[in-house]
């Protein structure tokens, strides 16, 4: 009822403040009709971003003024068009607010811009998103349909597993990433290789959309761009498609052939890989000491990871575990909570989730609700063995409230770099947009004993955030260093099993962080002989 007030105010005030500014793309003269037509584009345009106001205002985590947003958002549409922003733009969006004119002033300001391409259809209202969310926190987003896709490839699991570089028809296809254990991972395609033809079809004046589709299998609507690629028809598991790939410093190009199919991304990675492509864990054979790294964790993460603790504590059972969480990205809560719980007792508490209310709720282990959770059997009913969590600066999110639930119920100790920082929640915004959607922050998670883990835009360096490693345990190294391991993991893990190409990573001693947790696990495994 609050929101449909303040929208039926300010659409129905007439006031106006202040002119375009000088250098504007104006309006060219049109018909009646089209003035209409434009006009009530603009309207429509008002309308949405005071929707979109109201929603953040309403669900951010944290108190955030109208007048922030409003001068935000309305310096993104300005930037959009290349026009400098009127210097008493703050002052216009506080008089506005004051008099119920917000509605008046979005449609002058947006007819005041023009209609070229850069304002037609939804972007306009996409520009002025995208500036609301600068006085957000950087976990906020806009997320437009193309984000939705991408997100598809990586967490639903049909296709050839892998992402293209973004492109609007200009330029080569590329290849941004390949999605572990997908068909593109077991061949052998690489990030950074180009798409030169598609079964045998040159693809110029492709966009790295259609040929996505194109390459996951597209439905029959999808044919007709750029001389067509696919007979319809062809859609479904147990086709494939031949690309041609050129790579620098390899062969100029070499065809390779990908099944469509439905996997599941690898999100428990291990050491290396056996001629299967899948994991192998143990880091110390002989004193049964696994490394387990944790991905990106989306659905089904903590099952995987079940899995695989209770493959490794079968038999002789496990010494050591190393639970390798650097740049671990977060993904679901649900699932950070339930990968947490296999290593804690029942009833342990796993984190206290906070909203903007300051309603709290705190999560243990086995708790029903959890999705999955009865499901799971705590790894720790079978044998309890010394666990090394190491973690860095890109530990963020879920890989956070593992670490800290783990370390806080004394049941691992941390090593490497103090983690990101990042303790908060985001849903997307329960609103309607064309084309695309808002993800807003809508709460904060707590270690179990209560601590904050989240660092905000005006945290200090010496403030409580983040998760640091024990003392003792910071393993520090070179920024260029940081960048060199992640570089050798991200080869680790997409190396194809098949391959027998020697990677740095190879050698256990490689990685210097790595090299020092199993050394304190040898040390706890010692104390305990």
């Given at each position: 009822?609050?929101?449909?007030?303040?929208?039926?105010?300010?659409?129905?005030?007439?006031?106006?403040?202040?002119?375009p500014?000088?250098?504007?793309?104006?309006?060219?003269?049109?018909?009646?009709?089209?003035l209409?037509?434009?006009?009530?584009?603009?309207?429509?345009?008002a309308?949405?971003?005071?929707?979109?106001?109201?929603?953040i205002?309403?669900?951010?985590?944290?108190?955030?003024?109208?007048?922030?947003?409003?001068?935000?958002?309305?310096?993104?549409?300005?930037?959009?068009?290349?026009v400098?922003?009127?210097a008493d733009?703050?002052?216009?969006v506080?008089?506005?607010?004051?008099?119920?004119?917000?509605a008046?002033?979005?449609?002058?300001?947006?007819?005041?811009?023009?209609?070229?391409?850069?304002?037609?259809?939804?972007?306009?209202?996409l520009a002025t998103?995208?500036?609301?969310?600068?006085?957000?926190?950087?976990?906020?987003?806009?997320?437009?349909d193309?984000?939705?896709?991408?997100?598809?490839?990586?967490?639903?699991?049909f296709?050839?597993g892998?992402?293209?570089?973004?492109?609007?028809?200009?330029?080569?296809l590329?290849?941004?990433?390949?999605v572990?254990?997908?068909?593109?991972?077991?061949?052998?395609?690489?990030?950074?290789?180009?798409?030169?033809?598609?079964?045998?079809?040159?693809?110029?004046g492709?966009?790295?959309?259609?040929?996505?589709?194109?390459l996951?299998?597209?439905p029959?609507?999808?044919?007709?761009e750029?001389?067509?690629?696919l007979?319809?028809?062809?859609?479904?598991a147990?086709?494939?498609?031949t690309?041609?790939?050129?790579?620098?410093g390899?062969?100029?190009?070499?065809?390779?052939?990908?099944?469509?199919?439905?996997?599941?991304?690898?999100?428990?990675?291990g050491?290396?890989?056996?001629?299967?492509?899948?994991?192998?864990?143990?880091?110390?054979r002989?004193?049964?000491v696994?490394?387990?790294?944790?991905?990106?964790?989306?659905?089904?993460?903590?099952?995987?990871?079940?899995?695989?603790?209770?493959k490794l504590?079968?038999?002789?059972?496990l010494?050591?575990?190393?639970?390798d969480?650097?740049?671990?990205?977060?993904?679901?809560?649900?699932?950070?909570?339930?990968?947490?719980?296999?290593?804690?007792?029942?009833?342990?508490t796993l984190?206290?989730?906070?909203?903007?209310?300051?309603?709290?709720r705190t999560w243990?282990?086995?708790?029903?609700?959890?999705?999955g959770?009865q499901?799971?059997?705590?790894?720790?009913?079978?044998?309890r063995?010394?666990?090394?969590v190491l973690?860095?600066g890109d530990?963020a999110?879920?890989?956070?409230?593992?670490?800290?639930?783990?370390?806080?119920?004394?049941r691992?100790v941390?090593?490497?770099?103090?983690?990101?920082?990042?303790?908060?929640?985001?849903?997307d915004?329960?609103l309607?947009?064309p084309?695309?959607g808002?993800?807003?922050?809508t709460?904060?998670?707590l270690?179990?004993s209560g601590r904050n883990?989240?660092?905000f835009?005006?945290s200090?360096?010496?403030?409580?955030?983040?998760?640091?490693?024990?003392a003792?345990?910071?393993?520090?190294?070179t920024a260029?260093l940081?960048?060199?391991?992640?570089?050798?993991?991200?080869e680790?893990?997409?190396?194809?099993?098949?391959?027998?190409?020697?990677?740095?990573?190879?050698?256990p001693?490689?990685?210097?962080?790595?090299?020092?947790?199993?050394?304190?696990?040898?040390?706890m495994?010692?104390?305990?002989?």
């Amino acid at each position: 009822m609050r929101r449909a007030a303040i929208l039926l105010s300010c659409l129905l005030c007439p006031a106006f403040f202040g002119a375009p500014p000088v250098g504007a793309e104006q309006p060219s003269p049109r018909s009646p009709f089209e003035l209409a037509q434009f006009r009530a584009q603009a309207q429509n345009y008002a309308e949405l971003v005071q929707i979109a106001v109201n929603e953040i205002s309403e669900s951010y985590v944290r108190p955030v003024a109208p007048e922030d947003l409003l001068t935000a958002g309305l310096s993104g549409l300005y930037e959009s068009v290349q026009v400098t922003a009127p210097a008493d733009l703050r002052e216009r969006v506080r008089r506005a607010l004051k008099d119920g004119g917000v509605a008046a002033l979005l449609v002058k300001t947006r007819e005041g811009l023009g209609n070229g391409d850069v304002l037609q259809g939804n972007k306009a209202l996409l520009a002025t998103c995208r500036g609301m969310m600068r006085v957000l926190d950087p976990h906020c987003a806009v997320v437009t349909d193309a984000d939705r896709r991408t997100l598809d490839v990586t967490e639903h699991n049909f296709g050839v597993g892998l992402e293209l570089v973004p492109n609007i028809g200009v330029g080569p296809l590329v290849v941004k990433a390949v999605v572990p254990g997908g068909p593109a991972q077991r061949i052998g395609v690489q990030a950074g290789d180009r798409i030169t033809r598609v079964n045998a079809k040159d693809v110029p004046g492709i966009t790295s959309d259609l040929a996505l589709a194109t390459l996951n299998g597209p439905p029959p609507s999808a044919q007709g761009e750029a001389g067509l690629l696919l007979t319809p028809g062809l859609a479904h598991a147990g086709t494939s498609v031949t690309v041609d790939l050129e790579r620098d410093g390899a062969a100029p190009r070499r065809a390779v052939t990908l099944l469509r199919e439905s996997f599941r991304p690898d999100m428990v990675l291990g050491v290396t890989r056996r001629t299967d492509n899948a994991w192998d864990y143990w880091l110390d054979r002989k004193r049964r000491v696994a490394q387990v790294r944790l991905g990106r964790l989306g659905h089904g993460a903590a099952e995987d990871l079940q899995h695989v603790l209770y493959k490794l504590n079968s038999g002789e059972g496990l010494g050591g575990l190393i639970l390798d969480l650097r740049w671990c990205p977060g993904g679901y809560l649900n699932e950070a909570l339930c990968c947490a719980a296999l290593l804690l007792p029942e009833g342990a508490t796993l984190a206290t989730v906070k909203d903007r209310a300051e309603e709290t709720r705190t999560w243990k282990a086995g708790d029903p609700s959890l999705e999955g959770q009865q499901l799971l059997l705590p790894v720790t009913r079978y044998r309890r063995f010394p666990v090394v969590v190491l973690v860095n600066g890109d530990t963020a999110g879920g890989g956070e409230l593992i670490a800290a639930a783990l370390r806080d119920h004394g049941r691992a100790v941390l090593a490497g770099l103090r983690t990101r920082g990042k303790g908060s929640i985001q849903r997307d915004a329960p609103l309607s947009l064309p084309g695309f959607g808002l993800k807003l922050s809508t709460g904060l998670f707590l270690a179990p004993s209560g601590r904050n883990l989240h660092r905000f835009t005006d945290s200090a360096p010496g403030d409580d955030w983040g998760v640091r490693p024990d003392a003792g345990l910071e393993l520090r190294v070179t920024a260029e260093l940081g960048r060199q391991l992640r570089d050798w993991w991200e080869e680790q893990t997409a190396r194809p099993g098949s391959s027998a190409k020697a990677l740095p990573l190879d050698d256990p001693l490689a990685d210097p962080q790595r090299r020092a947790a199993l050394r304190k696990v040898h040390e706890m495994l010692d104390k305990r002989n």
